[in-house]
Each structure stands twice: as structure tokens, then as C-alpha cells.
């Protein structure tokens, strides 16, 4: 079983930058695509950010809503990726889940191509 932890979340004003960690507990983290998803309340989960394998080409994938203003990196070495967010709007207010895929290398983008989860970690947008 793969463990996953998010943290870095927090209350940051419209137009502030966030950065989002997500830790493994498995060496295969490097072999896997990653990718990042976020649920408001009310509202069902919904895709932010992937980014495959090296072995894939390293190719990342984004939702339209933060293209351009979200990066998603991964350190294999460390076991742990990266959301860098920045110009935060108050419609990015959700919990942010990280998530590895057993199955796809590339930058997936669909939830059920995902196998394990992270727990999630607030982001607030306000001011």
C-alpha cells in the first residue's frame, strides 16, 4: 500500500502564491504518473494538474482554470511532488488531493485512472 501525504495548504489572499507538497511512501513514486485534484464544497472532484514519469517524457497536463497559473513538478529522488499555485482566486478555495496511478506513466487526467489517494489539504482563498 502506497501512502500519500499532502501538506502546504493554508489561508492566502486573491493573487497570493501556495505551494503544495505530496510525499510517498514507496520508492516506485518514480514509476508513476502524479496527478493533483481539488473538491469545493458541494462541488464533485475535479481535475487541477498531472505530471507523468520521466521514463513518459515528463509531460504535465492542466485543467483550463490554472493553466498558466499553476506548475506541477515532481522530485522521484525525494519521493515528493509539487503544485506551485500562483495568482490564487477565490475560486481555487477547495481541499487538494494528490494521487499516483498504478497502471499510467503519462499525465492522466480522469480520476479513475488514479489508484492511491492523499488525504487532502485546505487551500483558502480570501481576503
Known amino acids: 500500500q502506497v501512502h500519500l501525504v499532502e501538506s502546504g495548504g493554508g489561508l492566502v489572499q486573491p493573487g497570493g502564491s501556495l505551494r503544495l507538497s505530496c510525499a510517498a511512501s514507496?520508492?516506485?513514486?518514480?514509476?508513476?504518473?502524479l496527478g493533483w485534484f481539488r473538491q469545493a464544497p458541494g462541488k464533485k472532484r475535479e481535475f487541477v494538474a498531472a505530471?507523468?514519469?520521466?521514463?513518459?517524457?515528463?509531460?504535465?497536463a492542466y485543467a483550463d482554470s490554472v493553466q498558466g497559473r499553476f506548475v506541477v513538478s515532481r522530485e522521484n529522488a525525494e519521493n515528493t511532488a509539487y503544485l506551485l499555485m500562483n495568482n490564487l482566486k477565490p475560486e481555487d478555495t477547495a481541499v487538494y488531493y494528490c494521487?499516483?496511478?498504478?497502471?499510467?506513466?503519462?499525465?492522466?487526467?480522469?480520476?479513475?485512472?488514479?489508484?492511491?489517494w492523499g488525504q487532502g489539504t485546505q487551500v483558502t482563498v480570501s481576503s
Open positions: 494521487a499516483i496511478s498504478q497502471q499510467y506513466e503519462g499525465a492522466v487526467r480522469l480520476d479513475w485512472q488514479y489508484t492511491y
Open positions: 505530471i507523468g514519469t520521466n521514463w513518459s517524457g515528463g509531460m504535465t
Open positions: 514507496d520508492g516506485t513514486f518514480g514509476s508513476s504518473a
